[in-house]
Nanobody
Framework: QVQLVESGGGFVQPGGSLRLSCAAS????????MSWVRQAPGKGLEWVSG????????TYVDSVKGRFTISRDDAKNTLYLQMNSLKPEDTAVYYC??????????????WGKGTLVTVSS
């Protein structure tokens, strides 16, 4: 069965960096787009970033453009999110999600359990 396991969250001061990882199994990882989605305390889900199956196309929500970088290593079945210049408003549980197709933007059908990122001084 599909499994997505996030790691790398933690506590960081404003301006700091974190790298999230998502280990995928149970499906042909290289054949699907992948996304990161987050949920801030008391708020709804917010899509953050997506990457297509080939890794050649990426997209970001405006609030993280220039600060976050999504990438993938198909040999390791792993998705990454490098987060730099973190702000308190980035505090959230971050979820890795498998997209429906090789291109992003058509929805997601599996999510991990999430990893908490807390940005605070």
């Amino acid at each position: 069965q599909v499994q997505l396991v996030e790691s790398g969250g933690g506590f960081v001061q404003p301006g700091g960096s974190l790298r999230l990882s998502c280990a995928a199994s149970g499906f042909i990882f290289s054949g699907y787009a992948m996304s990161w989605v987050r949920q801030a305390p008391g708020k709804g889900l917010e899509w953050v970033s997506g990457i297509d199956s080939g890794g050649g196309s990426t997209t970001y929500v405006d609030s993280v453009k220039g600060r976050f970088t999504i990438s993938r290593d198909d040999a390791k079945n792993t998705l990454y999110l490098q987060m730099n210049s973190l702000k308190p408003e980035d505090t959230a549980v971050y979820y890795c999600a498998k997209d429906l197709f090789g291109d992003y933007g058509y929805g997601m059908n599996y999510w991990g359990k999430g990893t908490l990122v807390t940005v605070s001084s």
